[in-house]
């Protein structure tokens, strides 16, 4: 059983930073880790993903610039500072962690195949 628990959410004025992290079981070795989050009565989406074995990173167009996702091997966790926070991100965020398994293509890194925390609330006032 795959266990992923998240923390750092919380309430922030727009402009300011927050960080999350997710700690995953250290009997799973990820492909890829990262965070989707979900607006009420929105579908969740893609935020951001970092693959393990290099680090490469896969942002989505609303949060490229402003977030940065990073990881530690040795803990088995992925963090996501988000700088410059906006109103419109305010939503629960999902970590997601992907094995080989899920990966059937490059694109499968988008997708929500994989395991799943039980998320974080980030709210951002205006």
């Known amino acids: 059983q795959v266990q992923l628990v998240e923390s750092g959410g919380g309430l922030v004025q727009a402009g300011g930073s927050l960080r999350l992290s997710c700690a995953c079981s250290h009997t799973f070795s990820p492909y890829a880790m990262g965070w989707f989050r979900q607006a009420p009565g929105q579908e969740r989406e893609f935020v951001a993903h970092?693959?393990?074995?290099?680090?490469?990173?896969y942002y989505a167009d609303s949060v490229k610039d402003r977030f940065t996702i990073s990881r530690d091997t040795a803990e088995n966790m992925v963090y996501l500072q988000m700088n410059s926070l906006k109103p419109e991100d305010t939503a629960v965020y999902y970590c997601?962690?992907?094995?080989?398994?899920?990966?059937?293509?490059?694109?499968?890194?988008?997708?929500?195949?994989?395991?799943w925390g039980q998320g974080t609330q980030v709210t951002v006032s205006s």
């Open positions: 997601n962690a992907k094995g080989r398994e899920h990966m059937k293509t490059a694109s499968s890194i988008y997708t929500e195949k994989g395991f």
């Open positions: 970092i693959r393990w074995i290099d680090a490469r990173t």
